[in-house]
């Protein structure tokens, strides 16, 4: 049993993190794009330490001994084309550790991901601001190295498409955002079902500068009952002129069974911060 515990999480691991990154918290995607000419910066920092394995049997927790962990640092630039589409290019920073109770030594790996670009074509928007509706589109590169141990690809290049819409409600902004997407097939010859990916996010200005951040985020397979997965965001963020910071935990609420291999955690830190040079 420990063995397919291994083998089940390794299988995944190098497949589930870094294109739904492009619609992580906080906040999930909206349907602002940037003014043309224009240039913004971010980064985000997540630590996932997990706790359990999908087996044959159904959820299964790692034994006594187990530390798999995933480290992600993420710099994005943006670049406004026009005032209606923004590109958006990622080049992730991974760290992955695995140590299991079954065999000797540790397994570790750090280094460059696959590269994602995501351009944002804005599509509507109201005379009065809102609400704006932005079409999403993305490619995930493997440039990561497919041949450690863990490995930080799988070598298969992917891609997104969906919407999102974003809406202002006096304090309060909304944004709700639906996308797809699609595996290719790893150097293995496997690969993970395509999958859905939707968010509701709404943050709520306390003050000037401050905000709180409420996030929906799941993930579904083509076929629900076989793949989903659903997180709760919570978290704040702090805005002072073109800089920006915000700091959220994704919480798993609800994981069903799948038939493909899959990991998951019980909470994992979020931070996040981004510079606007206009």
């Known amino acids: 049993m420990r063995r397919t515990i ?14 739904p ?15 043309r000419g224009s240039f913004m ?15 044959g049997d159904g959820w299964t927790e790692f034994p006594p001994g187990t530390n798999v962990t ?3 640092f993420v710099p994005r ?5 026009t005032d209606w589409l923004t590109v958006r290019g990622s080049l992730p920073l991974v760290d992955r550790f695995r140590e299991y109770e079954s065999t000797d030594g540790q397994e570790a790996n750090t280094g460059f991901g696959d590269v994602v670009i995501d351009p944002k074509i804005q599509i509507y928007k109201a005379l009065e601001g809102y609400p704006r509706i932005s079409l999403l589109t993305g490619v995930r590169f493997p440039t990561g190295d497919t041949d450690g141990d863990p490995p930080l690809s799988d070598g298969s290049t992917d891609y997104l498409g969906g919407a999102v819409v974003t ?19 790893s150097e293995n010859g496997n690969g993970i079902e395509n999958e859905w990916i939707s968010s509701f996010t709404v943050e709520t200005r306390v003050t000037e500068s401050w905000s709180l951040l409420w996030e929906a985020k799941g993930y579904f397979g083509e076929r629900p009952s076989e793949r989903y997965r659903i997180y709760a965001c919570p ?16 919480i798993s609420a609800i994981s069903e069974e799948m038939n493909t291999s899959a990991v998951d955690y019980d909470w994992a830190p979020y931070i996040r911060l981004y510079y606007r040079f206009f």
């Open 70 to 72: 995933d480290g992600f």
């Open 6 to 19: 291994a083998r089940a999480t390794l299988a995944l691991l190098v497949c589930s993190v870094t294109v």
């Open 167 to 185: 809406h202002r409600f006096g304090t309060v902004d909304a944004h709700f955002s639906v996308v797809y997407f699609v595996n290719g097939e």
């Open 41 to 55: 910066v971010d980064a985000w920092f997540s630590w996932r330490t997990y706790t359990r394995t999908m087996t």
């Open 77 to 81: 630039l943006y670049y406004g084309v």
């Open 235 to 250: 978290g704040i963020s702090w805005s002072g002129g073109r800089l920006t910071v915000g700091a959220s935990a994704m």
């Open 21 to 35: 990154a492009a619609a992580s918290p906080v906040v999930g995607c909206t349907a602002n794009t940037l003014p």
